[in-house]
């Protein structure tokens, strides 16, 4: 991976910054700070798959967010270039894009600590995703074969309609958000029930009820019958990840989010 990363930052004319690596899941993405040719800070990201994985959705979310959202007026941070190589059966996709300056909200998307955020921010934050919304795309992040299959399993409850599909960032949490507002990580941006990036945001929000609180203030389909279709949808996905080991601390948050959706169902 390393080999890669720094022939790609040669290919796309920028230069590695010493230290500052950073690993994501499985080693599967590494990430470091770097410079443009013309000196303008930047971020280097690799990702590497099987040869026969290096295409759809996630493989493609960041081009596929830079040709559709361009930087979200500021929101976004701008795709600079690609640089794709293929290795003994491993395809490396390498993306340089401009450097956010302003550290994440949270080092872990569930958030363990309260926020005061500005209602600027919130405002900020809402009119972004509002854009994306109404962006067009054939992209799907949420699959009705998915819902009709966890929703009654982790809820038990039929799955709700949903009156409304929009375009969603769909991994909206508290990692991937800064202040000022930048929105990181567009890999598995696509369509989903009106209300879900709302959902997420959410339900990574539950251990801080005061942050909770403003998140459902924020996006009022989240209460509504409109948005039951998404919460229930969120609220199984992270049940889950609790069934599968992960994200244990929202289990009895979780929980008692799944028996209010159950009663809103039954309403």
């Known amino acids: 991976m390393r080999a890669h990363h720094r022939r790609a930052a040669s290919a ?3 230069e590695l910054e010493p230290g500052g690596e ?23 990201r690799l990702v590497s798959v099987p040869q026969d994985k290096a295409s759809g959705k996630l493989w493609d979310g960041a081009v596929a967010a830079h040709k559709a959202l361009g930087d979200l007026d500021g ?11 293929t290795e003994d059966g491993t395809s490396y996709r390498a993306e340089l894009s401009a450097r956010v300056s302003e550290p994440v909200l949270s080092d872990d998307p569930i958030l363990q600590r309260p926020l005061d955020l500005p209602d600027a921010w ?3 934050l809402t009119q972004a995703l509002e854009k994306v919304a109404v962006a067009p795309t054939d992209r799907v992040a949420v699959r009705t074969q998915y819902m009709d299959r966890a929703i009654p399993q982790y809820l038990g409850i039929p ?30 941006w696509g369509g989903a029930p009106a209300g879900f ?28 019958p409109d948005g039951l279709a998404a919460e229930a949808t969120v609220c199984a996905m992270l049940l889950q990840t609790v069934e599968r080991g992960d994200n244990l601390t929202l289990t009895g948050q979780l929980q008692r989010w799944a028996a209010d959706l159950r009663r809103r169902a039954d309403e």
């Open 22 to 44: 950073f690993w994501g899941w499985a080693g599967r993405t590494l990430g470091a700070p770097a410079r443009t040719a013309a000196g303008e800070p930047a971020w280097l």
């Open 12 to 14: 796309l004319a920028a």
């Open 197 to 224: 990036d709302g959902a997420l945001l959410y339900a990574y929000s539950l251990l801080q009820p005061a942050t909770a609180a403003r998140v459902r203030a924020a996006f009022p389909a989240l209460g509504s």
């Open 122 to 124: 919130w405002a900020d």
């Open 159 to 188: 799955v709700p309609a949903a009156p409304c599909w929009h375009t969603a960032h769909a991994d909206l949490h508290w990692a991937n958000l800064t202040n000022p507002l930048r929105i990181l990580d567009w890999e598995g």
């Open 75 to 85: 929101r976004r941070p701008a795709l600079l270039g690609v640089h794709d190589e």
